[in-house]
């Protein structure tokens, strides 16, 4: 809004030209976000508090756990809010990947908070089940793949990174590429929102990276020079990238170890989802196992462990899944772990960027 209000008037103030730029909007929208969950959070913790909206902890996990129990939870209903207010306020509203972006950051939010609102309020022990969740998740990004693919400057083409010609034209099939896409981030992440930060520093560094990626990708001479893909309108989402990892920064004040708030599933499955949705919307899908490689190691330890346990009749390969669950056993204190996965997904952050010119 801050945006529509302003840029309007840059005819007789001229120096309002400045909201015009993506480059201004991504910091003060990604500030704004940032200031909201840093302002916000003490009040929000405290009402957590006073609702009683505490950690439920199994017994069976690393005993370390045990004493997180009742530390208040749901916190991502700071963060969508966080990012729906900085996104009203500085992003462009006409813009229709701004709109997916909300309708996922929303709908998935939507779903993690009836999981927890049904455990952490009404105080069932279940939630909803893993395969209402599942159905729901697949259901939106459906949606959202059907509506990128009508939409008339959204190329069906597969970037492959480090290969700059091949360039595989998917069709209708990206609509499933889209629900993978999507899908697999959102439980990607839930499945690493296990240990303070954990997921939340992740998401920062993600979201940083795709903001140079949307940035390139909606810009017509930059994508050419750099050989990406070219998606006019894409730009926009920088300031969505900035928004994110604002917000994602903002919480982590609170999120950091010890942790005085987790995110609950509202938060954790929509962020990912978020994840998902900028790599399919910047034409970089696959580059996401690299940008997003800690929340995909994460995934894979859950497939290998669950898989290798099933197959053996109760053996297996880690301590326990997620991963980080097993570097806990092995003795490394919760910080050690945290910070190790952070400096992972920084150095695959690096290297994703690295295609942009190897290639
Ligand atoms: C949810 N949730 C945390 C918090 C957070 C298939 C199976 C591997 C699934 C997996 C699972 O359910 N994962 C997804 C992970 C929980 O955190 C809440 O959940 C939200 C995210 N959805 O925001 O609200 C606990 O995580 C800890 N936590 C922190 N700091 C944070 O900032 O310390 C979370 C955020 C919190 C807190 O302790 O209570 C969770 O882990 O439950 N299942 C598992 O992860 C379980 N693994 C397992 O059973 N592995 C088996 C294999 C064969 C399936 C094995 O390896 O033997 C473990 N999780 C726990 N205990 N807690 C095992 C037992």
Redesign the pocket.
């Known amino acids: 809004m801050i945006y529509h209000l302003l840029y309007p008037l840059h005819t007789s103030i001229s120096y309002l030209n400045v909201f015009k730029y993506i480059t201004f909007r991504t910091i003060y929208a990604s500030l704004t976000a940032f200031l909201i969950c840093i302002v916000l959070g003490p009040l929000f913790i405290r009402k957590l508090k006073q609702l009683q909206i505490g950690?439920?902890?199994?017994?069976?996990?690393?005993e370390s756990?045990l004493d997180?129990?009742g530390?208040p939870?749901?916190?991502?209903v700071m963060i969508l809010f966080s990012i729906v207010v900085s996104t009203l306020l500085w992003a462009d509203l006409t813009n229709f990947y701004i709109w997916i972006m909300l309708l996922v950051t929303l709908s998935y939010g939507g779903i993690?908070f009836i999981?927890?609102y049904l455990m952490q309020i009404k105080k069932q022990s279940t939630g909803l089940s893993?395969t209402r969740k599942f159905i729901y998740q697949i259901i939106i990004a459906f949606i959202v793949g059907y509506l990128l693919y009508k939409h008339n400057t959204f190329s069906t083409y597969l970037a492959i990174p480090f290969f700059k010609n091949f360039l595989p034209d998917l069709g209708i099939g990206y609509i499933f590429l889209t629900v993978f896409v999507i899908v697999g981030a959102s439980?990607g992440v839930?499945?690493?929102?296990?240990?303070?930060?954990?997921?939340?520093g992740p998401i920062v560094i993600a979201a940083v990276t795709y903001m140079g990626f949307a940035y390139v990708a909606g810009h017509i001479k930059l994508s050419d020079y750099l050989q990406i893909i070219y998606t006019p309108g894409c730009g926009e989402l920088t300031v969505f990238c900035g928004i994110l990892a604002g917000a994602a920064l903002g919480f982590l004040w609170f999120?950091s170890?010890p942790?005085q708030?987790?995110?609950?599933?509202v938060?954790?499955?929509s962020l990912g989802g978020m994840i998902g949705t900028i790599a399919v919307i910047t034409k970089q899908e696959l580059l996401l196992i690299l940008v997003g490689g800690l929340f995909v190691i994460e995934t894979l330890s859950?497939i290998f462990?669950?898989g290798f346990?099933k197959m053996t009749n109760g053996k297996?390969i880690?301590?326990?899944?997620?991963i980080h669950?097993?570097f806990e056993l092995k003795g490394w204190p919760?910080s050690k772990v945290i910070v190790r996965f952070w400096i992972i997904a920084i150095v695959l952050a690096l290297l994703s960027l690295s295609t942009l010119k190897l290639r």
């Open positions: 950690q439920y902890v199994r017994s069976e996990g690393p756990h997180k129990a530390t939870t749901m916190g991502g993690g999981d927890d893993a439980n839930n499945l690493t929102d296990g240990l303070d930060g954990l997921a939340t999120n170890y942790a708030v987790f995110m609950g599933d938060g954790s499955l859950v462990q669950v346990f297996r880690f301590k326990m899944a997620p669950h097993h919760e």
